[in-house]
């Protein structure tokens, strides 16, 4: 896996906003060109706000509100791209009362207008507004500034930025966990041992990822027998992981038709537990010396989790679509869980259910070589199909804000 890096460039990445009494931002919109942009952030209730420019490190407009919730449909991530002098934009929490909306400016801007518009018959939303006006570089300079932060970690929460390197090697590594095993069989129905399902479905995907010549691939198990959850993680940690994936195979309350295969990626809740710093100094740039007080290294922890939150989330979604060419996948297949073996801070990770072997059609085809053999080779041409991404966050398309007309 490579390393992820700060840098001191961008405005902040701490996760989106999810108090549940506070008021919700539903949308970004831009209006105007490129000489002069209208920014209109739709909120659920009336907000005051504050709009200033920034100079240092990059050229920016920051608003500033109370506390508030992010829920705008298609940017779960609290991030999106811009339009006219607004590059891309980014939503964090400042501290536990306020929130903020930071815009990376194409081209230095000065404010014009800040207003708010109340809800009314044709828009239920209030509306924060920002005009935006085109100015030299020596206006830009004059107008804005940076106001002082309160302490080093709102510092590195607005300015830091987590990057992903790619790794200095030939081919990528591949972790492939075989859920259970040993004394731990896990779901046993319909005559078939989930621990057997997940071995045989392991293997098999190790060999067609093998036959690429693309991929190193190491197993957590290659044999019947039993590991702790956090032995699991450590073969990832210790491979330096790109991507790590733990197979298994569900079940069902007696009744239940439930079938079809589902996507885990890691949960809010799950996040909350994650795990590990760089132990490396060398994995880190550091910002102030190289000890770190434990505000900065929770924000630092915050930044690798949210990327490695991203990337899981993008795989997952392109294995969905790949999986479901072969058999079920259950509704809302890309679901979310706090499971250990997906809490490692830096490792892109996903559990794979592969079907319920309380279904007796979904425990037929997993006791098939043949079936599991397709549902492997889709997965294999899921990985094929990440990898090949040239920029996994710039073409993920929850980066792309909707751009609607402004009256």
Do not use: C
């Amino acid at each position: 896996m490579a390393a992820f890096l700060i840098s001191a460039l961008m405005a902040g990445l701490a996760a989106p906003a999810m108090a549940l009494d506070a008021s919700e931002i539903r949308q970004v919109r831009f209006g105007g060109g490129e000489d002069e942009t209208r920014v209109v952030v739709e909120v659920s209730s009336d907000l005051e706000f504050r709009a200033f420019t920034v100079s240092e490190p990059t050229m920016r407009l920051v608003l500033d509100f109370p506390r508030a919730a992010w829920s705008v449909d298609g940017l779960d991530l609290g991030e999106g791209l811009g339009f006219g002098l607004v590059d891309e934009f980014r939503f964090f929490d400042r501290s536990a009362d306020a929130s903020r909306l930071v815009f990376e400016l194409e081209n230095p801007a000065v404010i014009v207008n800040q207003f708010g518009i109340p809800a009314n018959s044709d828009n239920p939303h209030h509306r924060l507004v920002i005009d935006l006006r085109r100015v030299e570089s020596s206006e830009f300079e004059e107008e804005s500034g940076f106001p002082e932060p309160s302490d080093l970690g709102q510092l590195i929460a607005e300015r830091g930025d987590a990057t992903f390197a790619e790794p200095d090697r030939a081919r990528r590594v591949i972790v492939i966990d075989a859920g259970h095993g040993g004394h731990d069989p896990g779901a046993v129905a319909n005559g078939v041992h989930e621990e057997d399902v997940n071995l045989a479905a392991a293997l098999d995907l190790r060999r067609r990822l093998l036959a690429t010549g693309r991929y190193d691939v190491i197993m957590t198990r290659e044999n019947d027998r039993y590991l702790t959850l956090q032995q699991r993680v450590n073969v990832a940690r210790a491979a330096n992981a790109d991507l790590f994936l733990s197979l298994h195979a569900d079940s069902a309350g007696a009744g239940s038709s439930a079938r079809g295969a589902a996507v885990y990626t890691l949960s809010d809740s799950g996040a909350g537990r994650a795990q590990r710093l760089p132990e490396n100094a060398s994995d880190w740039t550091h910002i102030s010396g190289s000890s770190q007080p434990p505000v900065v290294r929770n924000i630092l922890l915050s930044l690798s989790l949210r990327e490695k939150r991203n990337r899981s989330a993008v795989f997952a979604e392109i294995a969905l679509d790949s999986m479901a060419t072969v058999g079920p996948v259950l509704t809302n297949g890309h679901r979310q869980r706090g499971f250990y073996v997906l809490l490692d801070s830096q490792v892109p990770a996903v559990l794979v259910e592969m079907g319920f072997l309380t279904n007796r059609q979904d425990a037929a085809n997993l006791n098939s070589g043949a079936y599991r053999g397709r549902l492997m080779q889709s997965l294999a041409d899921a990985i094929d199909a990440y990898f090949a991404r040239d920029d996994v966050a710039d073409d993920n398309p929850v980066r792309s804000a909707q751009l609607t007309p402004i009256p």
